[in-house]
């Protein structure tokens, strides 16, 4: 099927059409600014990053003067959002680096056997910390840290107690997901995961 531009009207007045031809005509602006960025190790997430682009340049239609005007803004978007992957990416190569400095391999039979102390977990909230929002952190290093209970948590920082829970949910599946990646860790977090 031939792929056509379309008619900056009819986008403007929602044709499904003129959409569909849309996306076919700027998918490989997308899927190239995305991959460019990204690289070639991981196709998948450029065509998510594609996706996510077309979806976002819907918005700019009423903005611009022609067609042609879509394209160089879908490139933009599209590699800004490849570049905001590739910083989580990292982010998290750089969390799980610093738990595994947690736990040398050296360690010995009674230090593994000690209960983790408040410490260890404190530094693993805070390796988790770039993956959380800022309430997120606050909540857990609230339960954990200083051990208050959900009730002096809402009270203290002003969010419902049903907030709290979840903050605290997610926060324990993150650390689980991270401390996976190290067994005699998770073996001393169990208690704290459950």
Known sequence: ???????LSDL?????????????WLWPVAFRSASGTLGRAAPE?????A?????AVVGQVAKIETVEDLRPILASIAHRRAVDVLRRKNSEKR???KIQLLTPDCVEEEAIRRPLDMRELADLIDALGARLRPQQLTVL?????EELS???????HGIPMGTVATHIRRGLADLRRILERTPKLLKEME????
């Open 12 to 24: 403007r007045r929602g044709d499904t059409r003129a959409w569909d031809d849309a996306v076919r």
């Open 51 to 55: 996706a996510e682009a077309l979806a």
């Open 141 to 145: 290093r609230a339960f954990f840290i």
């Open 150 to 156: 959900y009730r002096e948590i809402s009270d203290r």
């Open 1 to 7: 099927m031939p792929v056509t531009k379309p008619s």
């Open 45 to 49: 997430e450029a065509e998510d990053v």
């Open 95 to 97: 969390n799980a680096e």
């Open 191 to 194: 208690a704290f995961l459950r």
